[in-house]
């Protein structure tokens, strides 16, 4: 019996394998959805270490959403010499983890679910590069989606020891020329980017969270004026990076503003 269980076991472990090679398994972008998980860790791909000289850029066509307006996403790794062999997952969310409407994988990826990944034949590095490329497309953009990337990088030596990943994002905003003049004088948040404080003021507001791009709620001082609608957020001991803005009205209804600390 233990004999039998052994090859069994066994199996299962090169038809893992396989199935990587030939794309990561679903919800490993890094992003909100994916509850920042990657294929790293555990019984994925670790043991490596970066040498701090990879790149990992994400280029779109559209430097703005517009609606009904497709979006094309341009993927390109840049390992400097430290692997052979590099794979990805990818998503596009907005700030609370839904994913966009419509997604589009090339020739050279592929879905899995709402994420898009490598196949087979597109994981080779050459001359130190590599690049994949997907499309998205809503009729109707939230005022902002990121697009979540998580690239692992190998050695190429048929198993899991010795490889990393490395993760990237690209926050992309809804151009004011697709926004409703109502919407314009609805929520404020500012300044963005902020230094110090972030003011968030609607007549109806309610309650506001500040959360990072995993999701995670941050705790901070707040001061409210509640004549005015507005809540003021001391962000001065926080890191610099990208956050996303929960507020709630009255009435129930939530709205999500992406902001910047410098």
């Not at 592929?110 to 196949?119: A, E, I």
Request: proline share 3%.
């Amino acid at each position: 019996m233990k004999k039998v269980l052994l090859v069994l076991a066994v199996l299962g472990m090169v038809q893992y394998s396989y199935t990587n090679s030939g794309g990561s398994p679903s919800g490993r972008s890094g992003s909100p959805a994916s509850n920042g998980q990657t294929c790293s860790g555990g019984y994925c791909h670790s043991g490596g270490s970066p040498s701090g000289n990879e790149q990992i850029i994400i280029n779109t066509d559209q430097a703005n959403l517009v609606d009904n307006q497709a979006v094309n996403v341009s993927l390109g790794v840049l390992p400097s010499g430290a692997s052979s062999k590099i794979g990805f997952m990818a998503s596009v969310e907005d700030a609370s983890g839904n994913s966009v409407g419509s997604v589009t994988a090339s020739s050279n990826s592929k879905k899995v679910g709402n994420y898009l990944t490598h196949t087979s034949s597109s994981t080779s590095v050459s001359n130190d590069s590599i690049g994949w490329n997907f499309t998205f497309e809503d009729s109707a953009y939230p005022d902002s989606l990121t697009i979540y990337v998580a690239v692992n990088f190998t050695n190429g030596n048929g198993n899991y020891q010795g490889d990393y990943v490395l993760t990237q994002t690209k926050t992309l905003y809804k151009s004011q020329a697709n926004v409703d003049e109502g919407d314009l004088k609805g929520l404020v948040v500012g300044p963005n980017p902020a230094t110090s404080y972030i003011r968030i003021q609607h007549e109806d507001l309610a309650s506001v969270g500040l959360y990072n791009t995993l999701g995670r709620f941050i705790s901070l001082e707040t001061s409210a004026n509640a004549e005015q609608g507005e809540i003021y957020l001391d962000v001065s001991s926080l890191a610099r990076g990208n956050y996303i803005v929960k507020a709630t009205y009255l009435d129930g209804n939530t709205h999500y503003k992406h902001v910047i600390l410098q």
